[in-house]
């Protein structure tokens, strides 16, 4: 089932928390809103359940318009951040919630109820946990419970508010696969929102990246990753390197920096954005480009050694950081203080002058 | 063996032996003697005299009436309490934290000039006393009065134990009962009332404690007519009065032993309370 949102404007109080909101979530999808606090992502999903309504603006699922239809009637299944597990119920009797509320004529037989239940339970391989109560459980098998209870109504619409926000970061690389594999499997549309860009980049099919009420990209993980739209998804979307200064006939510097960049780059004001990936350590400055560092910091734990530069006759507003192999790193062996060279590879341009970034390659 | 060399401030045996001695010694003097006098003053005629003080024809008809005032106070408030406290709790609206602060006026106002407000206002010189009066309806000096004015001085109490703790639960439980497709009734009877319970039977305890033994207002509003618009506590002060101390003290034994049974049931239910 798709859901589109057209010109939804949401207040609380005077304060707008969405700004003319327009996005299709394609059927069968896992779709991420992705935004830090504050952006009205969590805002933006209550609305779709139907907990939250828009001052203006429709919500449509698969072209029917719910945009008046009451919570209980939207059918979706939602997880709450915070679980929201009923604290006086076993983990059966939550599952089991949604069917035993149903009316009369549409509720299964006691028999069939405890068949799903049983089956939702070994879906989310928690069945020896039923008879416990909330209180009882860690906060994975808690959230496992929540999804289990949200899917007990076959929703083919499943929303989750910040699904592994409170979990420890091993549980959390679990939960997330699983729940990838679930989303396979069963094929429902899903959104959740998250604030984790790896958790987004990682886990959907689509991004919404928002701030301040407003969409700023909708994209796949890899367009948005490899082609951001605007300085905030550049900056929001991982680490990123910056270098600001003023481009006059086709080289572009600032204090003792400069990088000539390649044709067709007007005059103007202009900040050279760069993926650490993007940027190669050198001993000495080439021909193309000039960006001379000092080694402030050396991190040699994970899968790349980060290397940590502060600008030598120039300035910027952090730090740059570049990765290398530990391969590289061995044959090196650079030192704290050492002065080095970057050397751009690709970079992404943005003028005061055009709207659009422009990506530059240098190979 | 190393001597503990630092002791906390304030704990040298005597310090200690002396605040124990003191506490206890308050304790006797001016909760338990006093409980125990009135039983031993009720009994001072023996068993026989104490039936006969209780069988009384006068007494009997102010137990019944305090009953009465009971039965119709509690139920009443506690609707009100759990609707009030929902509202404040489950709500935004302009005025939400004024009406958490009149809640408390009950509280804040002497019970003797919450009878006489009752008075000024429905009495038969009153604004809606008179209108009353046309119709032939007399609210004071009988016992619909004497309700009304047990409702108001025992409202708050159900209302002040739920709403901290809906605050605490928040809503999110109930967002998630209705997202799953619950009615409000189905709401309220499946999630809501599960998990204020033990507060709310807490409220009606201390409801039900006031209510029995409410004297100051209602003794403005009744009017003090033997057999027809008194309770208890009003009985035992015109027995008092009467110098029949042993009568008095007979019926005060009722109202304590009301109370050491509310005292019981309130310590069972803070201790199931504190178990969930």
Redesign the interface.
Known sequence: MSIEIQGINKFFDKFQALHDINLTIPDGQLTALLGPSGSGKTTLLRII?G?ETPEEGRIRFSGRDVTDLH???R????V?Q?Y?????MTVAENVA??L???PRKERPGKPEIRKRVKDLLEMVQLEHLAGRYPAQLSGGQKQRIALA??M??RPEILLLDEPFGALDAKVRKDLRRWLRSLHDELHFTSVFVTHDQEEALELSDQVVVMSNGRIEQVDTPLELYGRPDSRFVFEFLGQVNVLSGKIRDGVMSQGDAWIRLPEGCENDDAQLYLRPHEVRLTQSASDQAHLPFRIEAINLIGAEVRIELKPDGWECDELWEVGISHTEFNARQPQRGDRCFAVPDVGHLFCEHSPEPKTLEWR | MAARKHRRVGDSPLVRRTLIGLAVALTVLLLFMPLVLIFVQAFAEGWAGYVSNILNEYTLHAIGLTLVVALLTVPLNMVFGVFLAWLVTRFRFPGRKLLTTLIDIPFAVSPVVAGLLFLLLYGSNGWVGQWLGEYDIQLMFSWPGIVMVTVFVTCPFVARELIPLMQQQGR??E?????????GW?LFR??TL??IRWALLYGVILTNARAVGEFGAVSVVSGNIRGETNTLPLQVELLYQDYNTVGAFAASSLLAGIALITLVVKAIVEWRQSR?
């Open positions: 359940a907990l919570v209980r009637d059918r979706v299944g939602f709450f915070h929201a597990l009923f604290r006086h919630f949604g035993n509320v149903l209870r949200a007990a109504m | 999110e439980e967002e998630a009962g209705v997202v799953l497709g619950a009615s189905q499946r999630v599960p998990n969930n």
